[in-house]
């Protein structure tokens, strides 16, 4: 989508934010009502500002025949007297003024877009599978915090001073209409003057800043990827090559950054020029109905006045334009992803469901990522509650794609999957969730402590529990040999830990739950041999009584469950019941070994 490079081609964005953010605006109403209040008094007091002089320079005009070196009459100094003080008076409280205004509206949109940011970082939470499978992390992580901070910014430096610049404008001539039409008329037209010679830049700059955006993008994407993938990085000496890359990006946001600059300033000092020239043509003609008596001096020095001020918001109307249509590109960005439906959502009448007995019906089950490509092709399978079940197909079988399911991170396009006899659609999604335990091949642990990782599995969890629930993962041990025991932080995503702790560490969090149904979905790969017989036991203690499914690739992985269920294009092709006495390599023995 283009993105858009003028007022008006922002205009449509910027009115379907305002739409879709309008309940938090309601919110702000008071805020917002004395934000007006302040930038109307304001204006106001701006427009006075020049007056006092106008009063002091007539009275001085007035009695100029006189010899003004003889004592002046007593009013003429209570005009100067009151002019000075009225002048100080206005600039006091015009400053007043402005600041409770920035102070007000600041407030308002700032705790607008808080809560913005925190509504879009809640509604990508309910987005189904199916999105963040397509979407870029880097991209969303851009929207929660760039975009949002973009708003924020632009609300206070851009829109503001626009808003009070447009009002004081229509104020000022208002005013000098009512003072000397015809000199109002000569003033109007030095702005389609402006207006020619500004647009062209205008565009130009809007045009580059939106590149430099782009090239802001790219950095910040390319940082995020080789940050976070910094062993890859270093073992295959990729230093310089993203180095390399990364000088591109940068060189280009530079030089986009520069032109946008020179732009700008370029069109302030056009602007600049157009100002000298329009007050010299004002003072030319002002002057000659000045001696024509048409105008008085004072009034003529307004008419200056407000015509040096009545050019600033439109000088700075290119570096508004630009600010204001990256916002409205920000704010689509926000509203794009708040407008997108959630996938899985509880049906009006879905219940909490009961405490799970793990009696698993899978009927007809179909599902497709894409249109024309089914995974599951009209599944059928039972698992009665308490059986340990291994479901073993080459990648692409529809392995995890199955056990997704079970969560509702996915719900069938079209069967049935039962728990209970329970239609889980029937169910609201977070009793189901709360009820299935899943352990990942990758640990995927939060930068935290141990103890916070192990209570995500149960947020109201105890210590005890905690520990109880280490004890159970063969944790306990290693987490206390730590340098601050359960209370120790470890790195993003566990980095601080080995393989084999980490995914103790993910067991615990799964034993928390109590769940009736536990997911082991690739557990085991990748893990030494050593380390494999202490989470094979672990998982053992695991799944103890519980409905089990064993997604895995790999035959010797599926020792000691009570069926091994074949998929293959997305159906069961093979379901059997190995003998009781099945011998498997010694670290897979371990898993059938733990009393059920």
């Known amino acids: ?46 427009l006075l500002e020049p007056w006092p002089l106008k009063y002091v320079l007539d ?3 007035a009695a ?93 430096t851009a829109a503001l001073p626009l808003a009070g610049n447009v009002v004081t404008l229509a104020g000022m001539l208002v005013v000098v209409a009512v003072l000397d039409w015809q000199l109002a008329l000569l003033v109007l037209l030095v702005f389609p003057v402006f207006l020619v010679t500004s647009v062209r830049l205008t565009r130009r700059i809007s045009t580059v800043s939106r590149s430099q955006r782009q090239a802001e993008g790219a950095l910040a994407s390319l940082a995020t990827e080789s940050l976070g993938s910094m062993q890859v990085v270093q073992a295959y000496s990729l230093e310089n090559q993203m180095q390399e890359s990364f000088g591109g990006s940068n060189a280009k946001s530079l030089r986009d950054g520069v032109k946008a600059k020179k732009l700008s300033a ?41 015509l040096k001020t009545a050019f600033k918001p439109m000088r700075d109307l290119a570096k508004y334009t630009g600010r204001i249509a990256k916002a409205a590109a920000s704010g689509e960005r926000i509203v794009d992803i708040l407008d997108t439906r959630p996938d899985i959502e509880d049906r009006s009448w879905a219940r909490p469901a009961d405490s799970f007995r793990g009696d698993v019906r899978f009927e007809g089950v179909r599902l497709s990522y894409e249109p024309g490509h089914p995974v599951l092709s009209g599944l059928d399978l039972w ?44 169910l609201t999604v977070e009793s189901v969730r709360r009820q299935v335990a899943i352990v990942l091949q990758e640990s995927v642990l939060f930068a935290g402590t141990v103890r916070d990782n192990i209570a995500f599995g149960r947020p109201n969890a105890t210590s005890e529990q905690i520990e109880a629930a280490a004890r159970l993962a063969d944790a306990h041990e290693f987490v206390l040999a730590l340098p601050e025991g359960y209370d120790t932080v470890i790195g993003e995503r566990g980095s601080t830990l080995s393989g084999g702790q980490r995914q103790r560490i993910a067991i615990a969090r799964a034993a928390i ?51 091994i269920v074949f998929l293959q294009d997305g159906v069961v092709v093979d379901d059997i019941r190995p003998p009781a006495n099945r011998k498997t390599r010694t670290s897979k023995e371990a898993f059938g070994a733990v009393p059920r």
Do not use: W
Request: proline share 3%; hydrophobic share 50%; with cysteine.
């Open 1 to 46: 989508m283009a993105r858009p490079s003028t007022l008006r081609d922002a205009a449509p964005g910027l009115r379907r934010t305002l739409t879709r953010f309008r309940p938090h605006l309601r919110e702000q109403r008071k805020l917002l009502i004395l934000g007006c209040i302040a930038l109307f008094a304001e204006v106001a007091l701006r």
């Open 59 to 61: 009275a001085v005009i």
């Open 64 to 156: 100029a025949g006189a010899d003004l070196r003889t004592p002046q009459p007593a009013e003429l100094r209570t005009v100067l007297i009151v002019a000075t003080v009225a002048l100080v008076a206005v600039v006091v409280l015009r400053a007043l003024a402005a600041y409770l205004m920035t102070i007000l509206f600041a407030l308002a949109g700032n705790r607008v877009l808080t809560r913005v940011r925190a509504e879009l970082y809640a509604h990508l939470h309910t987005l189904s599978m199916a999105y963040h499978d397509k979407a870029r992390t880097g991209d969303l992580v851009t929207r929660v915090t760039g975009d949002v901070g973009r708003l924020q910014e632009v609300t206070v």
């Open 266 to 306: 370029g069109l302030e000092r056009k602007t600049d020029v157009l100002v000298g020239l329009a007050t010299a043509l004002v003072l030319y003609v002002g002057a000659l109905r000045v001696l024509a008596g048409e105008l008085t001096p004072g009034e003529l020095v307004v008419f200056l006045t407000y």
């Open 383 to 426: 698992v009665p509650a308490g059986e340990r079940i291994a479901v073993v197909g080459a990648s692409g079988a529809g392995k995890s794609t199955l056990v997704s399911l079970l969560t509702r991170l996915r719900d069938p396009d079209d069967g049935r999957v039962l728990v209970d006899g329970h239609d889980l659609r029937d």
């Open 513 to 563: 739950r109590d769940a009736a149904i536990v997911v082991l979905d690739e557990a085991l790969t990748g893990l030494d041999e050593d380390t494999e017989r202490e989470v094979v036991q672990a998982l053992a203690r695991l799944t103890e009584g519980r409905t089990t499914f064993v997604i895995t690739h790999d035959l010797e992985a599926a020792a000691g469950t009570d069926r």
